[in-house]
Nanobody
Framework: QVQLVESGGGLVQPGGSLRLSCKASENIFNFNSMGWYRQAPGERELVATINVGGRTRFAESVKERFAISRDNAKNTVYLEMNSLKPVDTAVYYC????????????????WGQGTQVTVSS
């Protein structure tokens, strides 16, 4: 069973930055896409995803502020979040799947436990 472990969440002031990490228990080359989702009260929404080739896809609301990257040697995916806003407050989940750059959460096979991000003054 693949395990994904997120870290890096916390409390940050508006305008601040955080970097989330997702460490996989196996080689992330096995997954065509590694994604970050978030969930506040309501539906889980895609924040960003990256495929094996390094192509990325972002939610419109974060496109100019967040970056996603992967370190294949460390089996780790990162989400760099800048200019954070209170509306970014959510539990952030890492996910791994075989469909390239999918926005559909049902196309991700493995999920982490989530890490809380709170943006507040």
């Amino acid at each position: 069973q693949v395990q994904l472990v997120e870290s890096g969440g916390g409390l940050v002031q508006p305008g601040g930055s955080l970097r989330l990490s997702c460490k996989a228990s196996e080689n992330i080359f096995n997954f065509n896409s590694m994604g970050w989702y978030r969930q506040a009260p309501g539906e889980r929404e895609l924040v960003a995803t990256i495929n094996v080739g390094g192509r990325t896809r972002f939610a419109e609301s974060v496109k100019e502020r967040f970056a996603i990257s992967r370190d294949n040697a460390k089996n780790t995916v990162y989400l760099e979040m800048n200019s954070l806003k209170p509306v970014d407050t959510a539990v952030y989940y890492c996910a791994a799947g075989t469909s390239s750059l999918s926005t559909d959460p049902y196309e991700y096979d493995y999920w982490g436990q989530g890490t809380q991000v709170t943006v507040s003054s």
